[in-house]
């Protein structure tokens, strides 16, 4: 499986800011994908990430709150826009595995908005 | 649209024993997969064990086995031997072959008692 990081692990940031969250994985994988996961709750897809193109959201989920890069096959990023306590939740990114049907998942990122 | 329904939010078992948590799931689909993440503390998402819609044998790894009844769509997961660093919350998820998007039930909390 593929090692995949985060950066940030945590962060608090203050309501009407934006963070941008990263995600690196140590091999090409064709498939990237951002969940959500709020408090004591379970995962929800936001968007696949799509190199070289637009990503594909979830309803419910828009761009101009959660835009998202993808520039190469091992680098994603997610932004959580004009933040609010709301979006406190655990960001989470995973890829398919290479000729398997599986996802592998990253580290989370824990945000905190006051 | 797919659901997935756990339908037990906590689990407690003794350490050696064995636990079998529950997950039932709807859909049309005929080509999919089915999959049980761990989440400990640290909020990793561990993959513990894989099973594709079209075998009929059920998967095994290691103390991790399922019980698959396709026709009654239904996909549990029995660990043997509960060991303390078993202790963690328990997804059922669901992956459409086409999507390759994860689907995830709300979970279970299981607690290995020493």
């Known amino acids: 499986s593929a090692v995949i990081s985060q950066k940030p692990s945590r962060d608090i940031c203050q309501r009407g800011t934006s963070l941008t969250i990263q995600c690196q994985v140590d091999?090409?994988?064709?498939?990237m994908f951002w969940y959500r996961q709020q408090p004591g709750q379970s995962l929800t897809l936001i968007a696949t990430?799509?190199?070289?193109?637009?990503?594909?959201?979830e309803s419910g989920f828009v761009i101009d709150k959660f835009p998202i890069s993808r520039p190469n096959l091992t680098f994603s990023t997610l932004t959580v826009s004009n933040m609010s306590p709301e979006d406190s939740s655990i960001y989470l990114c995973?890829?398919?595995?290479?000729?398997?049907?599986?996802?592998?998942f990253g580290p989370g990122t824990r945000l905190l908005v006051l | 649209a797919q659901t997935v329904t756990q339908s037990q939010p906590e689990m407690s078992v003794q350490e050696a024993e064995t636990v079998t948590l529950s997950c039932t799931y709807d859909t049309s689909e005929s080509n999919y997969y089915l999959f049980w993440y761990k989440q400990p503390p640290s909020r990793q998402m561990i993959l513990v064990i894989r099973?594709?819609?079209?075998?009929?044998q059920n998967a095994t790894e290691n103390r991790f086995s399922v019980n698959f009844q396709k026709a009654a769509k239904s996909f549990s997961l029995k660990i043997s031997d509960s060991q303390l660093g078993d202790t963690a919350m328990y997804f059922c998820a669901f992956m459409v072959d086409s999507s390759y998007k994860l689907i995830f039930g709300s979970g279970t909390r299981l607690l290995v008692r020493p």
């Open positions: 091999s090409q994988v064709t498939m």
């Open positions: 099973q594709e819609a079209y075998k009929q």
């Open positions: 990430a799509n190199q070289g193109s637009e990503a594909t959201y």
């Open positions: 995973s890829v398919k595995g290479t000729g398997v049907e599986t996802q592998y």
